[in-house]
């Protein structure tokens, strides 16, 4: 029997927030080479301006879809802490720097951000703009969760300058928020996204997940019907990463025959990409989908959309500071992550030193891929037209892409290849055929979630 597309391409593979992705990042953390090209790549960057991540990790409780770092607690006496431990570890940074940085783009995300009182969210954000210059039209954004996001809350983050919240909707389902343990009732998210529309917010986005345990084709369609009466300005429709081999027992709340596979998931995607279509919603990137009036949806008509630790982009900066406990950090020739544990974090801190464990710092290979795999996340295209973005595997690649190109999933024209609307689906598989680190370091064992 033939097999269908969704059989024969949902393999394993990155969502290339990064290249190289975090597995094969250089087993020893060279830090005085790192620190020489953070300082490079700000003093490139000081017109451009950078984007900070800040991680904000604790939640009241556990999500069994979620494959973020959090720590559970309802210890709300640990947030004020948290927030210095933080403005300490930027004032580290800050003294790397030969004047105030410019942000253009400062993102908080979790955990739960919104478990921080507005009072403490305060104080973090005037710390970090105590030694910062915000930029002219700094872009800056949080993700809140329907159940625990006040009204102050949303007004406080938007007088501190905040114009763009990400709520998680996940799915409406009774049955589905059982097993996931995410309930929020359709008037939580309501009341919200109404909130932050009154304030004045001029993005307002909402994640649905396809692919959790149990979920039909008329969940899909009962959650998307609902959302369009909200009419989020985006919405990121994500595929559900089951990587319980790395998140332990957090993903361990249902049977692996619960979740749906392969043909049976490729129908709630493309069931639920028809119907955001059908409601004016453009897809712009992978998983992700913009209003035509939405700033991000402008990015990806210009050819300006960008793509780092912090998902897609309109504000493209080629340097990221990641503050917090797991955050990552992108100077462009280099990435760098802080330590997961949260004590060994706020110790490291207490020792005057970058809270880093491990890194890697990008080769000129590396450099190049890298280009070729953004350009194909964010454009759907890439061309090595461009002597500098040509590299010797080229014809190997093209290869390995000719069966995809047979199956109507690309379009390869002497020195570039686009991405069909068939392909958009599995443009991480278009991505691995360029990713010559996994290729000649193929895992032994699973790493990376599904493709599709």
């Not at 739960?112 to 039209?137: C, H, Q, V, W, Y």
């Not at 102050?152 to 589905?176: A, I, M, N, P, T």
Request: negative net charge.
């Amino acid at each position: 029997m033939k097999k269908t597309l969704i059989q024969k391409y949902n393999v394993p593979g990155p969502r290339y927030t990064s290249y190289p992705t975090v597995p094969y990042w250089n087993p020893e953390f060279d830090y005085p080479t790192w620190k020489n090209t953070f300082i490079l790549a700000y003093d490139e960057s000081k017109n451009e301006g950078i984007s900070v991540y800040i991680h904000l990790p604790f939640c009241e409780s556990m999500c069994t879809f979620c494959g973020c770092h959090k720590r559970i607690t309802k210890n709300h006496a640990l947030e004020h802490p948290y927030v210095q431990s933080v403005l300490k570890e930027w004032r580290l940074y800050c003294q790397l720097f030969d004047e105030k940085p410019m942000i253009r783009e400062l993102h908080l995300g979790g955990g739960t951000p919104t478990f921080f009182s507005p009072k403490n969210l305060e104080d973090l954000i005037n710390g970090i703009f105590s030694l910062a210059r915000k930029g002219m039209d700094c872009d800056m954004s949080f993700e809140g969760h329907p159940n625990n996001t006040t009204r102050e809350h949303l007004e406080k983050l938007y007088d501190l300058g905040f114009r763009r919240v990400s709520f998680g909707v996940q799915d409406y389902s009774d049955r589905v928020q059982q097993a996931i343990n995410r309930i929020q009732p359709y008037s939580n998210v309501a009341k919200v996204t109404m909130w932050a529309k009154d304030i004045g917010y001029t993005s307002v986005s909402h994640d649905i997940i396809f692919g959790l345990p149990f979920q039909r084709v008329e969940d899909v369609v009962d959650t998307i019907e609902k959302t369009k009466t909200l009419l989020p300005d985006r919405i990121a429709f994500y595929s559900y990463a089951h990587v319980p081999w790395i998140k332990g027992n957090g993903q361990r709340g249902f049977k692996e025959e619960d979740i749906p596979k392969d043909d049976e998931k490729k129908i709630l995607y493309e069931i639920g990409k028809k119907l955001l279509q059908l409601h004016g919603y453009e897809e712009i990137g992978m998983d992700h989908f913009a209003l035509q009036s939405d700033a991000l949806f402008g990015a990806a008509a210009s050819g300006e959309l960008h793509r780092n630790f912090m998902g897609y982009s309109a504000s493209k900066t080629r340097m990221m500071v990641g503050l917090g406990v797991s955050a990552i950090g992108d100077s462009w020739y280099g990435f760098a992550q802080n330590v997961k544990d949260l004590d060994d974090y706020q110790q490291i801190l207490e020792w005057n030193q970058l809270p880093l464990f491990k890194g890697h710092i990008l080769t000129t290979e590396d450099l190049i891929i890298r280009q070729h795999i953004l350009n194909l996340m964010c454009r759907f295209e890439t061309s090595w037209e461009n002597p500098e973005l040509y590299f010797s595997e080229i014809p190997e690649v093209l290869s390995q892409l000719q069966e995809m190109s047979n199956d109507g999933l690309l379009v390869i024209k002497d020195s570039w290849l686009k991405v069909t609307a068939a392909g958009k689906g599995f443009v991480r598989n278009i991505c691995m055929a360029f990713d010559l680190r996994m290729k000649r370091h193929a895992p032994g064992t699973q790493l990376f979630s599904m493709t599709v």
